[in-house]
């Protein structure tokens, strides 16, 4: 029912920016938490930010906190990752998740996963 497809990966410079998009269909309806994450090669998947449908609430991890901002767009069938001051250590697959279940940066709490887009910081 629901269905995620990112986009806006790319290449750029350190200290650039990128937004990533996620394009959902039959979201709202069922999930309370939207969320982004990455996975950088070798290593394992990890929570990037989430945002609390009810009450519009939202957290990030410290890695990132300052520098991403995470949104809703285009009447809430979109989510967003505003990524600024972007650092070589941002280098992975973005993710966008849904939950049914309250927030967590725990993958194995997802319910639903993009397929995933590109992200390469260069020096």
């Known amino acids: 029912q629901v269905q995620l497809m990112e986009s806006g990966g790319g290449s750029v410079q350190a200290g650039g920016s990128l937004r990533l998009s996620c394009a959902t269909s039959?979201?709202?309806?069922?999930?309370?938490?939207m969320g982004w994450f990455r996975q950088a090669p070798g290593k394992e998947r990890e929570g990037v930010a989430w945002?609390?449908?009810?009450?519009?609430?939202?957290y990030y991890a410290d890695s990132v906190k300052g520098r991403f901002t995470i949104s809703r767009e285009n009447a809430k069938n979109t989510l967003s990752l505003q990524m600024n001051s972007l650092k070589p250590e941002d280098t992975a697959m973005y993710y966008c998740?849904?939950?049914?279940?309250?927030?967590?940066?725990?993958?194995?709490?997802?319910?639903?996963w993009g397929q995933g887009t590109q992200v390469t910081v260069s020096s």
């Open positions: 039959g979201y709202s309806a069922i999930t309370l938490c």
């Open positions: 945002l609390y449908t009810p009450d519009g609430s939202t």
């Open positions: 998740a849904a939950f049914k279940a309250p927030c967590s940066f725990q993958p194995g709490r997802v319910d639903y």
